[in-house]
């Protein structure tokens, strides 16, 4: 009996150890979607703030910003 109560206790800490470990598996998974998409945000930025017009005396200055 001692071992059946041993080995049910030490199979719920490893479930609860599991549900841990996937937790945090998607908490990192989660930010590096965020880091993913700020860089591409930042790379469209880059490459899409493209100066479009400027009048003469510099009085008109367009600024096309891509679009997310």
Not at 23 to 50: C, G, I, P, S, Y
């Amino acid at each position: 009996m001692k071992q059946k109560k041993f080995c049910v206790k030490t199979l719920a800490k490893v479930m609860e150890l599991q549900d841990q470990a996937e937790e945090a598996f998607q908490d990192v998974k989660d930010n590096a979607e965020d880091v993913r998409h700020e860089a591409k945000l930042k790379t469209k930025n880059e490459v899409f703030n493209v100066e479009v017009g400027k009048s003469k005396n510099n009085i008109i200055n367009i600024i096309f910003i891509g679009s997310c």
